[in-house]
Antibody, heavy 122, light 110 residues
Framework: EMQLVQSGAEVRKTGDSLKISCEAA????????FGWVRQVPGKGLEWMGI????????RYSPSFAGQVTISVDKSVKTVYLQWSSLKASDAAVYYC???????????????WGQGTVVTVSS | QSALTQPASVSGSPGQSITISCTGT?????????VSWYQQHPGKAPKLILF???DRPSGVSNRFSGSKSGNTASLTISGLQGEDDADYYC??????????FGTGTKVTVL
C-alpha cells in the first residue's frame, strides 16, 4: 500500500526560495496523478496543481500558475513543490495527495501526506 | 476557477440527518459528474469520503451519500454521530485536468 511522506516544517524569509517534497512509498508511482493542496491557517483547502510522473504532464490552477513549480523525480518516487521567491501570503500547510485511480486526471485525492508547514517571515 | 460555494456551518443533533450544499457553475459541478467530498478533523489531513458523486472509498460509512442537481451538489450525513464533527469540503473537476475545492462547511454535532 502506498504512503506519502512529506518533508518537515520550513521557516523562511520573504524572497527566499524553497522546495518541499513528498516521497511515495509503494508501487505504481509512475501511473497515478499526484497533486498539491494549500491550506492557510484557519482557512479552506485550495487546489494548486497535479503532475503525472509517467510523463511529467503538469496542470496548474490559474491561481497558482507562475507562482509555484511542481516537479517529479521518478528515480526516488518523489514529487516536489517549489517557490523561487516566497511571499508572506505563502505561509500555509501544504498537503501532497494522490488520485484514486490509475492514470485518471479527473479524479479525487484518495491518499494524502501528513502536511508540511511553511512559515514565512519578513 | 472560483471556489465552489458551501454554507459556512451546519449543525445537527446525534441521530439526525444533515445536508451540505456545494454550488458551482456550468463549468464545473454542472458539467461533470465528478464531485468529491472530504472530511477534515482539526490538525489532520483531509480524508476522501465520496468521489464521482456518490461512490464511497473502501471503509467509509454508508451514512455518507451524495447527489447533484444542476450546478449544486449535496452531501447528506445520516444518523449523525459525534465523530462527524469536522470540516467538510466539496471538490469538482473543472476540465483540462484542473479541479476546484469548495469554501468548506463546519459541521457541529450538538
Amino acid at each position: 500500500e502506498m504512503q506519502l511522506v512529506q518533508s518537515g516544517a520550513e521557516v523562511r524569509k520573504t524572497g527566499d526560495s524553497l522546495k518541499i517534497s513528498c516521497e511515495a512509498a509503494g508501487y505504481n508511482f509512475n501511473n497515478y496523478w499526484f497533486g498539491w493542496v494549500r491550506q492557510v491557517p484557519g482557512k479552506g483547502l485550495e487546489w494548486m496543481g497535479i503532475i503525472y510522473p509517467g510523463d511529467s504532464d503538469t496542470r496548474y490552477s490559474p491561481s497558482f500558475a507562475g507562482q509555484v513549480t511542481i516537479s517529479v523525480d521518478k528515480s526516488v518516487k518523489t514529487v516536489y513543490l517549489q517557490w523561487s521567491s516566497l511571499k508572506a501570503s505563502d505561509a500555509a500547510v501544504y498537503y501532497c495527495a494522490r488520485h484514486s485511480n490509475l492514470a485518471a486526471v479527473d479524479d479525487a485525492f484518495e491518499l494524502w501526506g501528513q502536511g508540511t508547514v511553511v512559515t514565512v517571515s519578513s | 476557477q472560483s471556489a465552489l460555494t458551501q454554507p459556512a456551518s451546519v449543525s445537527g443533533s446525534p441521530g439526525q440527518s444533515i445536508t451540505i450544499s456545494c454550488t458551482g457553475t456550468t463549468s464545473d459541478v454542472g458539467n461533470y459528474n465528478l464531485v468529491s467530498w472530504y472530511q477534515q478533523h482539526p490538525g489532520k489531513a483531509p480524508k476522501l469520503i465520496l468521489f464521482r458523486g456518490n461512490d464511497r472509498p473502501s471503509g467509509v460509512s454508508n451514512r455518507f451519500s451524495g447527489s447533484k442537481s444542476g450546478n449544486t451538489a449535496s452531501l447528506t450525513i445520516s444518523g449523525l454521530q459525534g465523530e462527524d464533527d469536522a470540516d467538510y469540503y466539496c471538490s469538482s473537476y473543472a476540465g483540462s485536468g484542473i479541479s476546484v475545492f469548495g469554501t468548506g462547511t463546519k459541521v457541529t454535532v450538538l
